[in-house]
């Protein structure tokens, strides 16, 4: 799998100046992606670098592109109503890996079919290991922009010029 390249890799001032790195994701079972472009496009807009993994992500690749790049959040997100048992499973992948513990992930979209049972969801998903649940109905957007402005900034070392080690 190609991945586009990250501003440091590139050889771009922009990693100076980004908030950190994020990955953005589906699960396996969802093929879409315009929800994907989307969350790249909201999430740059906030000043982040985004790695779009794109739809159809299997759940190893997703734990081995994490493990390599090891960003500062991890966004999942499904549209198809079967995000919920993608998510389940593959969060305990995702914080048995020892860089992303304490990393902020996230899951959001239409994660079931019932959506009564959204709130059951919210919950399970949380108590599985995501920092927070972002399901279709009362403005997702606003409420993961809210989450985006508490995070702290990334910590990052200073070269000996002074410059974003990176």
């Keep these: 799998m190609s991945r586009p390249l990250l501003p440091e890799e590139s050889g771009t001032k922009d990693a100076e100046r980004s908030k950190g790195t994020v990955i953005v994701t589906s699960v396996a079972s969802d093929s879409h992606t315009w929800n994907l472009v989307f969350l790249q496009l909201l999430i740059?807009?906030?000043g982040y670098t985004v790695v779009n993994?794109?739809?159809c992500v299997p759940d190893d690749l997703l734990v081995s592109e994490c493990h390599a790049l090891e960003p500062d959040m991890?966004?999942?997100s499904s549209v198809n109503g079967h995000g919920y048992q993608d998510g389940?499973?593959?969060i305990g992948q995702l914080r048995a890996l020892a860089p992303l513990a304490a990393t902020p992930v996230?899951?959001?979209g239409k994660l079931g079919t019932d959506d009564a049972e959204a709130a059951v969801r919210a919950k399970e998903l949380t108590a599985?290991?995501?920092d927070a649940v972002f399901e279709d109905g009362q403005d997702p957007v606003g409420a993961f922009r809210g989450f985006l402005n508490t995070l702290p900034?990334?910590?990052r070392?200073?070269?000996k010029a002074g410059r974003v080690a990176l």
């Design 44 to 46: 740059e807009e906030c």
């Design 53 to 55: 993994l794109g739809p």
């Design 74 to 76: 991890v966004v999942v």
């Design 88 to 90: 389940m499973r593959v």
């Design 106 to 108: 996230v899951i959001g």
């Design 128 to 130: 599985a290991g995501f």
């Design 153 to 155: 900034a990334p910590e």
């Design 157 to 159: 070392s200073l070269d």
